[in-house]
């Protein structure tokens, strides 16, 4: 038996479990599969009839709030032909335990089938005793709100609804806010609890960012990305998340540089990933100039490189062309 024999196929509200042969048993439990916020389980049991049973996987989770489930089961048998059977819909079914849910099928199944469920909504008990609330429209609503939040929290800057701080850029000057800075990030936070100068005059001076990439960054910071300007400014934004402690950016930065990597940025984004500690960046590019062997396509721009670059890293590059060379 293999493990396919009982790993359930999903999408977010369908489930199949193909049943390639019950002949050799008359048992057969799936491997758990996750649909909305519990895991579950199908059993087949093989007796004078077909008991198929859908059941929650047994948690402290579970037992605390168990699912109460309206869905379709259907099975779609081989036999003499493509056949489907389906049960009655089953509507705000409370299920703990295995036997909650059981279908007894009279049909005989010896073949290939298919357990087909579709999950129609999910609820959970109000913990004040009201209503069950559907799982899936409690996350439209809060991903609704939470977009709902992030728009407003765009137009607070864009409009420069009561700003009261002014980050002055190396060529230019845009008005932010103490408490969404703060919030973001240790480094401003620990700037405006502390007597700097920060908080006395109300300034914050980056001098080493273009207000083009101020203006990226501050984008970010109040979830009012623009794709482009993000890709346009990533360097900057990577330097900017390092000095001041914003992790996500820093990631979100990260994995936009592993997508295109080509000859003409990757000895730039060597030297970044070696100065920001951007370990799979570094990785990424040495693979690329070196097993790769477009450390040669860039021959002129690799000694210059030599000339300028970090000593520690270049001796890292020359310690990879040896294993390289080694290899062969």
């Known amino acids: 038996m293999t493990d396919s024999a009982y790993r359930v196929g999903t999408t977010p509200r369908l489930a199949q479990w193909r049943i390639e042969n019950l002949a050799s048993c008359t048992y057969r439990k799936s491997d758990p599969f996750k649909i909305g916020k519990w895991n579950w389980h199908l059993a087949v049991e093989k007796s004078r009839t077909l008991l ?18 309206s869905f379709i089961i259907r099975v779609i048998s081989s036999l003499g032909g493509r056949k489907t059977l389906v049960h009655p819909e089953v509507t705000d079914k409370q299920l703990k335990s295995s036997d909650d849910f059981v279908w007894a099928l009279e049909v005989p199944l010896t073949g290939k089938f298919i357990i087909d469920i579709e999950f129609l909504d999910l609820k959970i008990s109000s913990p004040n005793g009201g209503e069950p609330c ?60 502390h007597d700097l100068k920060e908080k006395e005059l109300s ?24 794709n482009e ?15 001041y402690d914003i992790s996500d950016l820093k990631e979100a930065c990260h994995e936009s540089l ?71």
């Open 52 to 69: 198929i049973r859908l059941y929650p996987e047994i948690s402290n989770w579970t037992k605390e709030n168990p699912p109460i489930a």
């Open 134 to 193: 559907s799982i899936w429209t409690e996350e439209a609503r809060q991903k609704q709100s939470n977009a709902a939040a992030l728009t407003s929290l765009g137009r607070m800057l864009c409009e420069s609804i009561h700003t009261d701080i002014v980050i002055n850029a190396s060529n230019g000057s845009v008005g932010a806010h103490r408490a969404v800075l703060a919030s973001r990030s240790p480094v401003f936070r620990s700037m405006f609890s």
């Open 203 to 226: 300034t914050i001076n980056i001098s080493d960012m273009s207000i083009e990439s101020c203006q990226a960054f501050l984008n970010y910071i109040y979830g009012n990305n623009e």
């Open 229 to 243: 300007d993000f890709l346009t400014h990533r360097l900057a934004l990577i330097q900017a998340a390092d000095k």
């Open 258 to 328: 592993l997508e295109d990597i080509d000859t003409k940025n990757v000895l730039e984004r060597l030297q970044n990933a070696h100065l920001y500690q951007l370990q799979e960046l570094k990785l990424s590019c040495m693979r690329y100039l070196v097993k790769f062997g477009k450390i040669f396509d860039i021959r002129d721009e690799f000694n210059m490189f030599l000339q300028s670059g970090d000593r520690e890293l270049i001796a890292e590059i020359f310690h990879e062309v040896l294993v390289a060379w080694k290899g062969f």
